[in-house]
């Protein structure tokens, strides 16, 4: 059964700070590996996909990278700003390429970023 | 192009009533998965359903269920409701056709429930 754990489950940090967020799974043979993120009472907003032969993926000041051998990926936030600030959540779909389910994902706990000025 | 759309945003019910929520996926997308959200489990998987058939269940009594129209759209209904059943529900499609699909999922703002 897969396992996806995030680290830290909380971040303080000031404005301008670049910062990284950590993603481990127990089962390497994924299919991609999606982050998100959560502002509070709302949905999830999708930041990055990295598909499983990809190592990164680049969206304006976010960097994800995946190293599918040591099962971890993480999220690099460049200059973080106020607005920032949200719950990050990385999920993987159930299943390997030969068959997955890709409406099933099994999430982290998510890590707390606050961004203060 | 108008994202995923859930209805009600926020309801309020008292235990044993039942309840229906509504999920409209984006235009074109025909797969649209189900997650409930509680500070304790976090994100947890109810269902999956794909033209019209459902193509994964979570571990989730029979209570919670599910269906989807020729439309794509997608009902789930929770009946008898417990206090436990309080969170947010979160819908969330993809398109999925062969030889085109990336896996990537994209959320509805979810519907609150609150049991009481």
């Known amino acids: 059964k897969q396992e996806v754990t995030q680290i830290p489950a909380a971040l303080s940090v000031p404005e301008g700070e670049n910062l990284v967020l950590n993603c481990s799974f127990t089962?390497?043979?994924?299919?991609?590996l999606q982050w998100f993120r959560q502002d509070p009472g709302k949905g999830l907003t999708s930041l990055l996909l990295i598909q499983s032969s990809q190592r990164e993926q680049t969206s304006g000041r976010l960097n994800a990278s995946l190293d599918k051998s040591s099962g971890r990926s993480t999220l690099y936030i460049a200059a973080s700003q106020p607005g920032d600030s949200a719950t990050y959540l990385c999920?993987?779909?159930?299943?390997?390429?030969?068959?997955?389910?890709?409406?099933?994902?099994?999430f982290g706990q998510g890590t707390i970023l606050t961004v203060h000025p | 192009k108008a994202g995923v759309t859930q209805t009600p945003r926020y309801l309020i019910k008292t235990r044993g009533q039942q309840v229906t929520l509504s999920c409209s996926p984006i235009s074109g997308h025909r797969s649209v998965s189900w997650y409930q959200q509680t500070p304790g489990q976090g994100l947890q998987f109810l269902f999956e359903?794909?033209?019209?058939?459902?193509?994964n269940k979570g571990n989730f009594p029979g209570r919670f269920s599910g269906r989807q129209f020729s439309n794509s759209r997608s009902e789930m209904n929770v009946s008898t409701l417990e206090l436990g059943d309080s969170a947010l529900y979160l819908c969330a499609s993809s398109f999925q056709a062969s030889g085109r699909r990336t896996g990537e999922l994209f959320f509805g703002e979810g519907s609150r429930l609150t049991v009481l």
């Open positions: 089962d390497s043979a994924i299919y991609n």
């Open positions: 359903y794909f033209s019209e058939t459902q193509r």
């Open positions: 999920a993987v779909p159930e299943g390997s390429a030969g068959g997955t389910s890709y409406g099933k994902l099994t």
